[in-house]
């Protein structure tokens, strides 16, 4: 494992690399997904600015998202699972939960990003994974939630 810059960069290309799978998933998902009332098409928007942001932060350090084995695992099982959703409703439910979980990953992510960037004094950066923080975790909490309800409705199916 890297130290120092070398970790910092690592970091933002994990970050990347797993914002580039919600991205992907949450569009293929969107696109198939049985239940109208999950609205993944909105945080579409989100989850596509978080990656911008990202990719501009990553950038002065070299990280382009770099796909290593963490973030190589869980994007090919989130593309793996998005793209079969449409075929039925416990597909989309693994989807869906593939989903959160890259949510739930990238939470992780951004609260390591908040506390590097403090230990560093970059504010911007700060800023930035403070409020990355807060919407990843209403997000994943409203997949949650969906997901739950999706739950339900199988089971009584």
Request: net charge negative; aromatic share 4%; proline share 2%.
């Amino acid at each position: 494992m890297p130290s120092g810059t070398e970790f910092i960069k690592h970091e933002f290309d994990e970050a990347i690399a797993i914002q580039q799978s919600i991205v992907q998933s949450g569009k293929t998902l969107s696109a198939s997904h049985p239940v109208a009332a999950v609205k993944l098409s909105a945080d579409l928007k989100v989850d596509q600015q978080h990656l911008t942001k990202l990719q501009k932060f990553g950038e002065p350090c070299g990280a382009t998202g770099k796909r290593e084995e963490v973030a190589e695992a869980l994007g090919s099982l989130a593309d793996e699972t998005a793209q079969k959703a449409g075929s039925d409703e416990s597909e989309a439910y693994e989807a869906h939960a593939v989903l959160l979980n890259l949510k739930r990953k990238q939470q992780d992510s951004a609260d390591a990003m908040v506390k590097i960037a403090r230990d560093r004094k970059e504010t911007d950066l700060r800023d930035a994974a403070t409020q990355m923080k807060r919407e990843i975790k209403s997000s994943a909490d409203g997949l949650a939630k969906s997901l739950a309800d999706f739950a339900v409705r199988i089971a009584a199916a």
